[in-house]
């Protein structure tokens, strides 16, 4: 060093100086990194949780239908013995149900609406009602007051799930005409509908902009679809001239065709309804056609619902869903306009209008959503719960606890105080940290070859859910019990062996209650994960329709995850809020186990 | 005899049986407590051990008999059954004669019977009886043990008898028994996938299985039908689990490396005690709540984007659950990482900032390379925790076997494919079911391997820094 020149020292200087700016770019890139890695773990977390938390908000509440029902003896007890038995298997509670509505809307029948009306609420609604006259038989001649959960798709309306609901106040009083063809012609003083119309334009518009989006991409299957139809030609020439395969060629070659002609119809289909659309909504051709594939537009009195069928600034042509009062004078009225066509919702127009009136009347009242508690699954969203899960998953933990913590901890003690070293216990070793990594569909493999094919247990029982899940956490419990009983220093047995007592007595009195605090977090960690598992037990036929609570262990029965799992394989848009609030059910569950956990740890933790 | 068939004797019997034991605990430790009161000298063992030998002589062959009775009991109430029936009912097929008896047993016990003759009447009253009989026989006989046992654990009483010896043994075996379980288990997994896998290729070639690209399991129940030619060949399956795999690898690596190295290396002690929480949160979710997850709010969003840039994504996409799995393994990754990391020596960075690096050319140049046999040991079990996740691509990844490498495509995987299979109404003893217990050994012996090159690569690796 001392050679060096001073020129070329402030040279090197200069290169530090000039590298070191770089480096601590680098350093500052990867720091950035770090953090950003950070962020987008937690963002995930986050996104997960709040998508599920605002799709449960709908199922938070539910709406209610409030009536007073006239409990006929012709209805209720057909027999007429006032027998409990009788009453609950031959009474009619949905007709009495039914009753009670068209006794609030008398005009439904004559107006051939009142299956609409009756959608309002679904007949197995009414199973309750039957419980509650069987179980009080002298209410029968009687009036009885009831609540039951109405249609979910209502509900879903109600709460707004179809898109805003647009409420145009009307001016002045409204007249309707009944027309010769049955339709009525609606007209104010003036262009009353204009505002509505003017709404209207703009949503034509908009969707048929949507429209176009959609055309884009469907060419371009079609063009594949061309493409696929000339290769499969020349595959089918092929075929022919070797005389091999012919028929399978033939039959993807007709599938092929088949997907291309049907999107050729589907794009001149699109085409035509854009052309209408536009036209429209640049306020052509005449008064505005409404149809079923079009947003539904109501003109709605205090006691009437119409649906127009076309629509001018100055006059509408409309159906009666709703028949108002005789002699009602209109002056207080509104456009109601809904955004998702009855073609898009699985509630038409005439329950809807129904259901606005009765929620009017008060009928229809929002409550907090008791149901998901108190009843177990069905085929209704509505009448749906999570009872029969929640039995079926408190049975199999119960199962997997008493055969997985006290053979865990047995095998525990045994591999960390008594064992001699020796190939074999090397294996169960082994053996232990394979079985805690292999997937848990293959311990649902094993449930479904050895406990029902082989043993011939009940299929979807608790009891065989319980082994499988138990066997599956027996090594997370292994793991976490020799972790517990290593953390004990050794000179706890010293002393325990050098005062006399046995090598079991100094494990047993000493060693194990020491340990105790961290195999119990570790047992109590590996039940919340078996409590969320849902794999295995698809295997061993846990994937049920369970309509009744389980009451034994070898009962038919479903758990939490797997309830969950089969609601969201159901096609109603009802069953996807009751989804998400099971799934912040099950997840308060899991966090408050693992509370527990965190908390023994806590509280009787001990560095040594 | 017929009214003890349904009454629960056994269950009675075991409760006698165990209250008998209780009191014979404290019978044994109270008698074992007077001798050393009457001046017989100090005992070899505690009295409480006398009282544990008395309990565990009354209880233990007792329930053993009545478990042993509860599991053999229709085989033995069948044979007996046999042995007084008329011939010509014993001459009917096997089916024939499996139906007979499940007949009877549903006439006997409650149940809807698919015909109801006089034989069956008459069978179900003697099948009744010997229920029954079988019942009071076995739990008469717990009893008599149970009060044997009593005596020779009291005739053994005294100063000399080493009870702490005998229930030690006892304990010990105990112990044993719980620790052969875990290769019970094992042995239980192998054999069940091998029986079943061999059955599948006694039908189908193990060749045509492995390397086949046609894969449509439906069968065709009548001949008519078309297009459902059985065919098992797992390609599709495997390169659709692997892309998704891959999918979730890229998601999970970076993040989960990164934030491995930022939180051990540079983020403060807060900054730890709050991302340690939401890590371990992620982790502690069920994967069907992340298959929910994928399903309704990731495979939307895809398809919203992809269709808002021109292209054609299916409603189930493979992105969509390779995604979410990456997500779900974040935490498997991270904690594992952290782990290693931490247990590299802080000598080895002090050595390296003592000679002027900064702190991430320490961490790449010194940290990750010392860690590293360790973070390739995490990521091939979480590669191997993704090749067997089920709940997540069953719900998001959908079931058509595309041979496609676009992750925009709909594609399925192994483990969809054993659900698929077992699920759903049909025979135990199907080609389908053969099929899926085929699937699932290869997934068996393929997660196997990368356990357990991870495992050891992981232990090698922790050996050398303690």
Not at chain 1, 79 to 106: C, H, K, S, T
Not at chain 1, 209 to 215: A, D, I, N, R, T
Not at chain 2, 219 to 236: K, N
Request: charged fraction near 15%.
């Amino acid at each position: 060093m001392t050679d060096m020149s001073p020129a070329s020292r402030t040279s090197l200087r200069e290169l530090v100086a000039s590298k070191i700016k770089k480096r601590h770019a680098a350093e500052l890139r990867f720091r950035g990194f770090g953090v950003t890695m950070v962020v987008s773990a937690i963002l995930a977390c986050s996104l997960l949780l709040v998508s599920i938390l605002s799709q449960s908000v709908p199922a938070l509440t539910e709406n209610r239908l409030h009536l007073t029902l006239d409990v006929t003896a012709e209805k209720a007890d057909p027999v007429g013995q006032r027998d409990p038995i009788d009453i609950r298997e031959q009474g009619n509670f949905y007709g009495l149900v039914q009753d009670a509505l068209e006794a609030r809307f008398p005009a439904a029948e004559a107006d051939g609406t009142l299956d609409d009306l009756f959608d309002v609420a679904t007949s197995l609604a009414a199973v309750p009602i039957g419980k509650t006259i069987a179980a009080d038989p002298s209410v029968i001649g009687k009036k009885l007051d009831v609540t039951l959960p109405i249609n979910d798709d209502l509900d879903l309306f109600i709460k707004g799930a179809f898109g805003r609901t647009l409420e145009i106040k009307g001016e002045g009083t409204l007249v309707s005409a009944l027309k010769p063809d049955g339709d009525f012609a609606l007209s104010g003083q003036g262009p009353v509908f204009a505002k509505a119309v003017e709404a209207l334009r703009g949503d034509l518009g908009r969707a048929a902009g949507s429209l176009e989006q959609g055309l884009i991409l469907k060419r371009q299957r079609l063009a594949t679809g061309q493409a696929q139809v000339t290769a499969l030609q020349a595959a089918l020439n092929a075929a022919t001239a070797k005389a091999v395969g012919v028929a399978g060629a033939e039959a993807s070659l007709e599938q092929a065709a088949n997907n291309v002609a049907g999107l050729e119809s589907e794009i001149a289909a699109d085409l035509a309804t854009i052309k209408t659309y536009r036209a429209a909504a640049l306020g052509q051709g005449g008064p505005l056609p409404l149809g079923d594939n079009k947003p539904s537009v109501f003109v709605e009195t205090k006691t009437g619902t119409y649906k127009i069928t076309t629509l001018s600034p100055t006059l509408a042509t409309a159906k009666l869903l709703v028949r108002p009062k005789a002699g009602e004078i209109a002056t207080d009225w509104k456009m109601v306009q809904i955004k998702t066509p009855q073609d898009g919702r699985a509630v038409n127009d005439a329950t809807i209008a129904y259901g606005r009136h009765l929620k009017a009347q008060n009928a229809i009242q929002p409550a907090f959503n008791t149901t998901i508690f108190t009843n177990s699954d069905s085929n209704e969203p509505e009448l749906s719960g999570l009872l029969s899960a929640f039995v079926g998953s408190l049975l199999t933990l119960a199962v997997t606890f008493c055969l997985a913590v006290p053979i865990g901890v047995a095998t525990a003690v045994y591999l960390e105080e008594f064992a001699p070293k020796n190939w074999l216990t090397d294996f169960i070793e082994v053996n232990i940290n394979n079985l805690a990594a292999v997937p848990s569909i293959v311990f649902g493999l094993l449930g479904f070859a050895v406990f029902l094919t082989f043993f011939n247990m009940p299929r979807s029982a608790p009891i065989v859910g319980g082994i499988v899940l138990a066997l599956m956490s027996l090594p997370i419990i292994i793991i976490a019990s020799r972790a517990a009983l290593k953390a004990v220093p050794p000179s706890i047995r010293e002393a325990a062996l050098g005062v006399g007592a046995s090598k079991m007595q100094a494990t047993f009195h000493h060693v194990l209650p020491l340990a105790m605090p961290g195999i119990m977090t570790g047992s109590i960690l590996a039940m919340a994960h078996a409590l969320g598992e849902t794999a295995p037990l698809l295997m061993i036929g846990m994937v049920a329709f369970i309509a009744d609570v389980p009451t034994g262990l070898s009962d038919s029965a479903t758990v939490l995850p797997v309830e969950l799992f089969m609601w969201a394989g159901r096609p109603e848009r009802a069953w996807e809020p009751r989804t998400a609030f099971a799934i912040i059910l099950l997840l308060i569950f899991m966090i408050l186990m693992n509370a527990v956990a965190i908390y023994l740890r806590r509280k009787f933790e001990r560095r040594w | 005899m017929q009214m003890f068939a349904e009454f629960p004797i056994g269950l009675l019997t075991a409760l006698v049986i165990l209250t008998f034991g209780t009191w014979t605990w404290r019978d044994a430790t109270r008698r074992a407590n007077s001798m050393v009161g009457a001046g017989q000298g100090r005992l070899h063992s505690l009295p409480g051990y006398h009282g544990w030998y008395g309990a565990l002589w009354v209880v233990g062959p007792a329930l053993s008999l009545l478990l042993i009775h509860d599991m053999t009991a229709q085989g033995s109430i069948r044979a007996l059954l046999q042995t007084g029936l008329s011939p010509q009912i014993l001459g009917l097929s096997p089916d024939r004669l499996d139906l007979f008896f499940a007949d009877a047993r549903k006439i006997a016990f409650g149940g809807i019977p698919s015909a109801t003759t006089p034989e069956l009447t008459a069978a179900a009253a003697s099948l009744k009886s010997i229920a029954g009989g079988l019942n009071v026989a076995f739990s008469a006989g717990a009893l008599l043990l149970a009060g044997l046992g009593f005596f020779l654990a009291r005739s053994q009483l005294g100063r000399d008898f080493r009870a702490r010896n005998a229930v030690e043994a006892c304990v010990r075996a105990f112990m044993i028994v719980a620790a052969a379980i875990a290769i019970l288990t094992t042995a239980g997994i192998v054999l069940s996938l091998l029986f079943e896998t061999l059955k599948f290729f006694s039908n189908y070639s193990p060749i045509d299985f492995l390397f086949g690209t046609h894969w449509s399991p439906q069968i065709a129940i009548r001949a008519d039908q078309v297009g459902q030619s059985g065919a098992f060949g797992a390609v599709p399956l495997f390169l659709g689990t692997f892309l998704i795999m891959l999918i979730a690898m890229v998601v999970a690596i970076p993040v989960g490396l990164g934030s491995a190295i930022y939180l051990s290396e540079y983020a403060s002690v807060r900054v730890r005690a709050f991302v340690k929480p939401v890590l371990e949160l992620l982790a502690g979710i069920p994967t069907v709540v992340f298959g929910f997850f994928a399903l309704l709010t990731v495979a939307p969003i895809i398809r919203a984007l992809g269709t808002a840039a021109g292209l054609d994504v299916s409603a189930q996409s493979a992105l969509a659950a390779g995604l979410v799995m990456g997500i779900m393994i974040i935490p498997f990754i991270s904690s594992l990482s952290d782990d290693v990391i931490n247990s590299v020596p802080q000598a080895l960075r002090d050595g390296s900032y003592a000679m002027g690096a900064t702190k991430s050319e320490t961490i790449g140049r010194v940290v990750i390379p010392a860690a590293l046999p360790g973070i390739v040991g995490s990521v091939l079990l979480a590669v191997s925790k993704a090749l067997g996740e089920t709940m997540i691509v069953t719900m998001a990844a959908g079931q058509n076997a595309n041979l496609s490498v676009n992750p925009l495509d709909m594609v399925t995987t192994v483990t969809v494919q054993i659900v698929t299979l077992l699920t759903g109404d049909q025979e135990y003893d199907s080609p389908k079911t053969h099929a899926a217990f085929a699937l699932g050994f290869v997934l068996f012996i393929v997660t196997l391997i990368l356990n357990i090159i991870a495992l050891r690569v992981v232990q090698k690796y922790r050996e050398k820094y303690d």
